[in-house]
């Protein structure tokens, strides 16, 4: 006798009398009766489970409990793996679930016309998918491929609240037991009728909270923002209630300045960096500018107006933008509001509206801000006219005569107080000093600022003081003229300095020198780092590229190069045809000295990567260089005859950075440092141990290093493997464990086949194999080669 599903249920829920009982089962066999049996247990608990449903949402108006809850009945309930809940918000039009991610509740979201739950999202109708999942097109399998799950059968079914308005859908995999049919379908249409009504409540007091605390953290961010007439602090408390307000990572807040039509800022979220400063036309921020428009992006790599060369310099990532003009008083747009990333999807209306609301409100702070800024930069610059001392003041009334002097004024021109106050201008600079007065002069009769630059003041005859002269009409709140102001810097030190070392050094390095004295240029012993680089093969470069093509290479190179010497405090010694010389310590001593020097090393092989870049781009072959890095004592100093004297560095160390240099050729490698350079570093982990090699003209064996901080995966693949095998095989070849050692180095290159020292290595090996070393073999290798 075969009970369908409607009479079983019919059975379970009204029960029958002991007649009809005994009749029913006295017509089944001992299988069906257990089949029946079985059968009715399940009808029986899943009818529990459509009330218990009711039982364990009704105690909680959150999303974050009742989701996990209500996944875990139907899982359960249906002897399914998995289930999925989502609820449609349509401000953004997305379906969207909460999930643990971790040890915090995290969010998923997407376009509620996608997939298999957007198709039952957007008809109402409940599907069961059988078979396999992967034949259907709606189906998105990568899910699966991150997860490493195996979906097989689907069943969704629509949320309906009371109005029977679809409100979001349920979703269950993988049925433990054959597939899904239309008694589960009904059974989990009935648990998500039981659980419409706490989402949807649950739903609406979590929109209702997010209003109260967005307005709430409105009113006290409004609060805060207008108690600061500080801009910088400002923008900053700006910028951080702006991202906190819209949950995102990151944001900036860009200024107008009208004087050079451009956008800037001082504040950016997660970037510690110099201001930012475009045109205010250029890029997103300055379409929003110009437009007076928000602008929201909802994928930033999908919008051509997009420019990744931030991300790409920042390692930041980028996904979704909203943009907010900032509109003053007037309707004048003062600024934009850059925010990226919000946390739980895209931006929405709602978040247009909430950031709109906030620039009005932070327009009037920065308006208030600015305007105190300009008042307080005028008053300080007026008060630091009077406390300047270390140019020379001289304050004239507007006759000419003076009145006022500080101390750097009579210092400079090695007069009293007493004997400047009180004449008149022309007589205390005549004669050879008479520019000083016609500089006067000419302010008076123009009525503008006179700057006279490098010229000479003779004093008593003999001595001769360089200064710069500025002289500037003083005038009252009127207009009118009531004096004049000369200031005198004295940059006779720095003059001589300056043409010493512009040439050869980066202005940071130059201004620390010329705070610690001149002596230095003297002649000094001193530990230094020497670094030398090289173009290889340059001859025929040189020949095929042709006079013009050669120098306007070599410039680019030199160009690219030198700014890297001289970002890491590097001193440029000289360039010798297309060789390089740079020396760290040379002028002032770091502790860091030999890690700069490594780094400039590594840096040049990163930069020679962009540089043959570009060479592609323009149709040409790319170059070669190589770097050698060597520290030790050396003799510094201005070398030379008195007519034409050179500031460097001699000694053998110099000779042995040129050494390692040329030795790049010999072991296939592009940075080698010696033994000192690597002790004196307190990086050391992207170095290897290359050789011991003797140096031509110095006795004892020199130990060399690789320098391999600038290789990528594809220029060393299998580093570590490689860099592993390597050290192990340079160990047992100094043991004079030959076969060991050689299959260690065949290793290195599985990992790495271009590695050259380890194929160098192979080749002792093998050598050594048929000719071992005499006992007293030092582990030096001498190499028929001019270093």
């Not at 239309?182 to 009935?190: G, H, K, N, S, V």
């Not at 307190?682 to 003209?697: F, N």
Request: net charge negative; glycine share 8%.
């Amino acid at each position: 006798m075969h009970i369908g599903p409607d009479k079983l249920r019919d059975i379970v829920e009204h029960p029958l009398s002991t007649l009809e009982t005994e009749a029913l089962l006295s017509g089944l066999n001992d299988a069906e009766k257990a089949q029946l049996f079985y059968r009715m247990a399940e009808l029986a608990r899943r009818s529990a489970a459509v009330a218990d449903v009711a039982n364990r949402v009704s105690d909680s108006l959150s999303l974050d409990v009742l989701f996990p809850r209500l996944m875990d009945v139907v899982s359960s309930t249906l002897n399914a793996d998995r289930s999925s809940l989502f609820l449609h918000d349509p401000e953004t039009g997305e379906l969207y679930s909460r999930v643990m991610q971790g040890n915090v509740m995290g969010e998923v979201r997407f376009p509620s016309n996608l997939g298999i739950a957007g198709s039952v999202f957007t008809r109402g109708e409940a599907e069961i998918i059988t078979a396999d999942a992967y034949d259907n097109e709606r189906f998105n399998q990568e899910v699966d491929k991150r997860t490493g799950y195996r979906t097989k059968n689907i069943l969704c079914v629509p949320i309906r609240n009371k109005n029977r308005e679809v409100i979001g859908v349920t979703q269950v995999l993988n049925k433990h037991a054959g597939d899904f049919d239309a008694e589960d379908r009904r059974l989990l249409e009935e648990l998500s009728q039981q659980a419409a009504a706490a989402l949807e409540n649950a739903r609406l007091f979590e929109k209702v909270d997010r209003q109260q605390r967005e307005e709430a953290m409105l009113l006290e961010v409004v609060s805060s923002i207008a108690s600061e007439i500080r801009l910088e602090p400002l923008l900053e408390k700006i910028l951080t209630a702006a991202t906190q307000l819209l949950d995102s990572e990151r944001g900036t807040l860009f200024l107008h300045d009208p004087k050079r039509n451009e956008l800037f800022s001082h504040v950016a979220g997660g970037i510690d960096s110099a201001q930012i400063r475009f045109p205010a036309s250029a890029g997103i921020a300055g379409e929003c500018f110009t437009t007076g428009t928000a602008i929201n992006i909802l994928d930033a790599y999908k919008d051509a107006r997009f420019n990744p060369q931030f991300d790409r310099s920042t390692g930041f990532r980028t996904r979704s933008m909203l943009c907010m003009p900032i509109v003053a008083r007037g309707g004048q747009v003062i600024g934009v509001m850059q925010i990226l990333n919000r946390r739980l999807g895209a931006f929405g209306p709602a978040d247009e509206r909430r950031l709109h609301a906030f620039c009005a409100e932070a327009a009037v702070a920065i308006q208030n801000a600015q305007l105190f800024e300009d008042i307080s930069a005028e008053r300080n610059y007026n008060e630091s006219i009077l406390r300047s001392m270390s140019n020379a003041v001289l304050t004239l009334d507007a006759d000419g005569v003076l009145r006022k002097v500080n101390e750097a004024a009579t210092r400079i021109l090695s007069r009293t107080e007493s004997q400047l106050v009180g004449h008149a201008l022309a007589d205390l600079f005549a004669g050879r000093n008479a520019w000083v007065a016609r500089s006067l002069d000419k302010v008076r009769a123009e009525g503008k600022t006179d700057i006279a630059v490098d010229t000479d003041l003779f004093l008593d005859g003999k001595q001769v003081v360089s200064v710069d002269l500025t002289t500037v009409p003083l005038v009252s709140m009127r207009d009118e003229p009531i004096g004049y102001m000369l200031m005198l810097e004295d940059i006779t030190r720095e003059k001589r300095l300056r043409g010493t070392l512009s040439r050869y050094m980066s202005k940071a390095v130059m201004d620390r020198l010329l705070e610690s004295g001149d002596a230095v240029l003297g002649g000094i012993s001193r530990e230094v780092s020497v670094l030398f680089s090289d173009i290889r093969g340059f001859t025929s470069i040189s020949e095929r590229l042709g006079a013009q093509e050669t120098v306007a290479l070599l410039n680019e190179y030199f160009t690219d190069m030198v700014d890297i010497v001289f970002a890491h405090q590097g001193v440029l010694d000289k360039y010798m045809g297309d060789m390089i010389m740079a020396v760290f310590g040379s002028v002032l001593q770091q502790d860091d000295d030999p890690d700069n020097a490594v780094t400039v090393g590594n840096q040049m092989m990163a930069g020679l990567r962009e540089l043959n870049n570009r060479l592609a781009a323009r149709g040409r072959q790319p170059i070669n260089i190589g770097v050698g890095i060597s520290t030790g004592q050396v003799v510094a100093g201005n070398i030379g005859s008195p007519k034409r004297l050179e500031y460097t560095v001699i000694g053998n160390r110099v000779n042995i950075a040129h050494r390692l240099e040329d030795a790049n050729k010999y072991y296939g490698t592009s940075v080698l440092i010696c033994s000192q350079t690597y002790e004196r570093m307190k990086e050391r982990a992207q170095t290897r141990e290359i050789d011991l090699i003797r140096v031509r003209g110095m006795e004892t064996p020199v130990a060399i290093y690789e320098a391999m901080g600038h290789h990528t995966e594809k220029s060393c693949p299998h580093r570590e493997t490689m860099v592993g095998a390597f050290k192990e095989g340079l160990s047992r070849f100094r043991r004079r464990e030959w076969d060991g050692a050689g299959q260690c180095f065949e290793e290195a290159l599985a990992a790495n086949p271009q590695d050259g020292p380890s194929r160098i290595y192979a080749e002792r090996c093998g050598i050594f194999q048929r000719r071992p070393p005499p006992a007293d073999w030092d582990g030096v290798w001498s190499v028929q080669s001019k270093y």
